[in-house]
């Protein structure tokens, strides 16, 4: 007997990578297709408000994906993958991010567009389809858009994204503001995590060349109760980064009030990754003015440091 395929996110998972594999497993049923939600880690305290809110049960922990049938969502390389990701059968690609390292055997549907979340691009999917999006579905998608676009604030919010809320909010019967502040609400509730979670709460891995670099990112409204602790969190730093091999370990410590960054970096290319920000390294610290995103304004720059 063959499994049904996951629909499945990126490991630390955040709002949008849990409501997309939700919403679009969702789709796949109304379409006649198999599809099971599917997640690669714990859900943050955001996630959980959110599946609370809309009283939706969580997608099931896959632990290693060996041997299954993959529908990759908000993410498509295998250093952000579940567990096992190389030894499945990648099905299906829906995206937002640069193009990674997944390679398969066969065509497949492939969908990747620069819009702030996976989450609009389902929600587009679900329109072309003709399916009526039901109200909890559209609150999950929603939380996954506004969480993402910090509330449609981050230089990734397209004009589609504007749209798409308004349209999500109406389905959902929200106020698309009011319900986002309540969403922002929750990432920043952090004073009291350990600082190993504070690094790897919101954690992805990108190749550069040789180089092997983690970058974290905080997005919170109150930045100084994570930087008044910098000391114990560059430690934890140090440690991550021997731990699992890192050549460089970054943190972003985005507040999303003030709409800018601190870096904290420890690792081999510091000097060179702060260059290649446009930053100056102060005992491993730098502001970054105007920088919200990782994805946009951070991994894109980074490649002349590895060089
Ligand atoms: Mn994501
Ligand atoms: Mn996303």
Not at 65 to 76: M, P, Q, T
Not at 89 to 101: F, K, N, P, Q
Request: hydrophobic share 40%; glycine share 8%; with cysteine.
């Amino acid at each position: 007997m063959t499994n049904s395929p996951y629909v499945i996110g990126h490991q630390q998972p955040d709002t949008d990578t849990i409501c997309s594999a939700l919403a679009y497993a969702h789709l796949k049923r109304a379409q006649g297709a198999d599809a099971v939600a599917a997640r690669a880690g714990e859900l943050n305290p955001e996630t959980q408000f959110v599946l609370d809110r809309w009283d939706v049960e969580p997608p099931e922990y896959l632990d290693d994906a060996s041997g299954e049938r993959l529908i990759l969502v908000d993410h498509n390389e295998h250093g952000q993958a579940v567990t096992g990701s190389r030894e499945a059968a990648i099905i299906e690609v829906v995206d937002h991010h640069r193009i990674g390292d997944i390679r398969t055997d066969e065509p497949i549907f492939f969908l990747n567009r620069p819009v702030g979340s996976t989450a609009t691009i389902i929600t587009e999917l679900y329109e072309d389809a003709g399916i009526e999006i039901p109200g909890d579905v559209a609150g999950l998608l929603l939380s996954g858009l506004l969480s993402d676009t910090l509330v449609l604030r981050s230089p990734t919010t397209t004009e589609t994204d504007r749209a798409v809320a308004e349209r999500l909010a109406e389905r959902a019967g929200v106020d698309y503001e009011e319900y986002g502040k309540a969403l922002l609400e929750r990432k920043g509730a952090l004073g009291e995590r350990e600082p190993s979670e504070i690094v790897l709460g919101d954690f992805k891995e990108f190749e550069f060349g040789s180089a092997h670099v983690g970058i974290g990112q905080i997005e919170t409204v109150t930045p100084e109760t994570v930087l008044d602790r910098r000391a114990e969190i560059l430690e934890a730093m140090e440690a991550t980064r021997s731990e699992r091999g890192y050549t460089d370990l970054l943190l972003l410590v985005t507040d999303i009030l003030e709409e800018d960054s601190t870096l904290l970096v420890r690792g081999d290319h510091a000097d060179a990754i702060a260059e290649a920000l446009e930053a100056t390294l102060t005992d491993h610290i730098a502001p970054l003015p105007g920088v919200v995103s990782r994805k946009k304004q951070v991994v894109p720059n980074l490649s002349p440091a590895f060089e």
